[in-house]
């Protein structure tokens, strides 16, 4: 990345998912950024997802500030269940882990990470999302669960990014659409021939992270750093 300085630092939440490692490989890769600290359910500090408790332990041990944020969290099929296909397939459970894997616990993410980031420099916090969560661009329906946790994911993304610039006027927040890539999220709805390898899809999104401007105001593009309607 070149918008970020000589000499960055990044940080990548759930480092060991398939995009997450890759990402990781990536930004090592990258002679610009001098530090790539990678935090998951298996590292040291670890968090999860479902413990708020757990993520403000694993931020209290990092000493910022850092030049980029990448949060590769989040599940399509949860507890052996996959999205649903139509509203008789709703149920209260798989609901709610949705949007406990899939919103809230993004959420505490930014609530306890943000603040390491910098605050005289251009920085980035980047958010896995989905194209599926564009309410506009939902032709198909289905998947209830998933649309609208990633929906949600959106919005919280929104509205941090405009408190977030008060303190941090170069802040670049952005929802991520990585693109339909190789992983077990997706092996058992797309063939892996039709897919992007987790490099490609990374590479193409550090190319459009690298080019978005800071705003009062969240980003929500693809892999190929095309705008993505809300």
């Excluded at 001098?34 to 931020?59: I, K, T």
């Excluded at 999302?129 to 919280?156: E, F």
């Excluded at 929104?158 to 659409?177: C, G, S």
């Amino acid at each position: 990345m070149k918008s970020l300085g000589a000499s960055y630092r990044a940080l990548v939440l759930g480092a060991t998912g398939a995009l997450g490692a890759a990402f990781v490989e990536a930004l090592q890769a990258d002679a610009a950024c001098v530090d790539v600290v990678g935090l998951s359910r298996s590292s040291q500090p670890s968090f999860r997802l479902e413990d708020e408790a757990s993520m403000a332990v694993a931020a209290a041990a990092l000493e910022g500030p850092f030049q980029l944020i990448i949060d590769a969290t989040g599940a399509l099929t949860l507890d052996g269940q996959g999205p649903e296909k139509h509203m008789g397939a709703l149920n209260a459970q798989q609901l709610a882990r949705a949007f406990e894997i899939n919103t809230i616990g993004p959420a505490l993410l930014l609530k306890h990470f943000v603040p390491l980031l910098g605050t005289e420099q251009r920085c980035i916090y980047a958010k896995l999302s989905a194209r599926v969560g564009s309410i506009s661009d939902n032709r198909k329906g289905g998947w209830y669960g998933y649309r609208a946790a990633k929906a949600a994911l959106n919005m919280v993304l929104q509205t941090a990014a405009i408190e977030a610039a008060r303190k941090r006027p170069q802040l670049v927040v952005a929802a991520m659409q990585p693109g339909t890539v190789a992983s077990n999220l997706s092996a058992q709805f797309v063939p892996a021939k039709d897919c992007l390898t987790p490099a490609q899809s990374v590479a193409g999104l550090l190319r459009a992270l690298d080019a978005l401007p800071a705003q009062a105001a969240a980003h929500f593009v693809d892999h190929q750093g095309e705008a993505i309607a809300w």
